[in-house]
């Protein structure tokens, strides 16, 4: 019998991969939305409403039939991702300053809201949280899973906040599991979805005269692919449901991340170098945080995957050039050179790594 998967925000950047990471993986895989979501695909869902969310937990669990069979089997798992639409709940920490009480009311008070209909109903909820949670003070990272927690800002006290509201909710069972992980880019429908897609856009602003554009030169960041976090959940979950009523003894929190460190003017000038663009137009700013800002962020939340290694989960990542390379570079057919895993673009001839079948597949179906 297959498990059966319910993906909140399954219309957004992350939750859009999530869902095909479990559909892939043999699961029958239920996405949810709100201002994106589509009757064909999506089930449109408030979180902000525990009415909806009970009955959507009910309607998939037990779902009505028509003649024999059932479109759902009983769901083991209930994967919470709250990278939902930007209308529904702010990744981005500016925005969720401008709107506190939004913040508070989707990261918070929702996500006691699923841990509470999940574990009442022997639903396993993974709850994906941030590193933001962190202080991200210089020489503190690696953060292991067991670090203090000391959020810099309003974002990270709201998701810090949800992890201690899924984990109070579900810690007699041990069916509720925190995920964190960084910055995350991949395949968007707008680029403004991540906050590293929209540096390109930032680069093209940076071709205009006179653009003199300011861009952080300071902090380290170690964007992580969609693509890559969909396994994991899938991976995490497959794992945590296996393990029966050992779960309870299994980690509460997890970290996932890239390797790849970053500056957000690296990510800028890597970009501009893989699209041929120069970078006159955009300056440095190694300042720093403004003391006198309303929105902090850290130096280093850099993420220690060691818990998950330690679960024999595999935490390898898309190489962040290599992906955007491909991603730029793409066309119907590549011709070998004759390297193992190697190929190169017939549009410019460079050689570019296929690290992955998920990158092959992203750029096959582009």
């Not at 639903?123 to 949670?133: C, E, F, G, N, R």
């Not at 707008?190 to 906050?195: G, L, M, N, V």
Request: charge should be negative.
């Amino acid at each position: 019998m297959a498990k059966t998967a319910l993906i909140t925000g399954a219309t957004g950047l992350l939750g859009r991969q999530v869902l095909k990471a479990f559909q892939r993986a043999g699961w029958n895989a239920v996405g949810t939305g709100f201002t994106r979501a589509q009757p064909s695909s999506t089930l449109k869902v408030d979180l902000g409403s525990q009415n909806e969310i009970i009955t959507v937990l009910d309607e998939v669990k037990n779902p009505k039939t028509t003649g024999s069979s059932s479109l759902y089997d009983p769901p083991p798992l209930h994967l919470h991702s709250l990278f939902v639409e930007p209308g529904a709940a702010n990744r981005f920490p500016d925005k969720c300053d401008a709107d506190p009480s939004g913040a508070r009311a989707i990261n918070v008070t929702a996500s006691g809201y699923l841990a509470h209909a999940t574990n009442t109903r022997a639903i396993l909820l993974i709850y994906i949280s941030t590193d933001y949670v962190f202080p991200g003070n210089g020489g503190e990272a690696p953060y292991q899973t067991d670090a203090q927690a000391k959020p810099p800002n309003l974002y990270g006290q709201t998701k810090l906040d949800g992890e201690k509201a899924v984990l109070a909710e579900t810690r007699a069972t041990g069916l509720g599991v925190v995920l964190r992980v960084p910055v995350l880019y991949g395949e968007a429908q707008d680029h403004k979805e991540s906050a590293v897609n929209v540096l390109l856009d930032v680069v093209w602003k940076a071709q205009e005269k006179n653009a003199d554009i300011s861009v952080e030169d300071w902090a380290s960041r170690y964007p992580t692919n969609t693509e890559d976090v969909g396994r994991v959940c899938q991976d995490i979950a497959t794992k945590y449901i296996e393990a029966g009523e050992k779960r309870s003894l299994m980690p509460k929190v997890l970290h996932f991340s890239s390797e790849d460190r970053y500056t957000k003017y690296e990510i800028c000038q890597l970009l501009a170098d893989i699209m041929g663009l120069p970078l006159d137009g955009m300056v440095r700013n190694k300042q720093g945080n403004d003391p006198n800002g309303s929105v902090q962020r850290p130096y280093d939340t850099h993420l220690s995957t060691n818990a998950l290694k330690d679960l024999g989960i595999d935490v390898q990542t898309q190489n962040f050039k290599d992906w955007w390379w491909v991603m730029q570079h793409r066309k119907p057919k590549f011709q070998t050179d004759g390297y193992s895993g190697d190929e190169r673009c017939e549009q410019c001839g460079d050689r570019i790594q296929i690290l992955s079948v998920q990158l092959t597949s992203l750029y096959v179906q582009s």
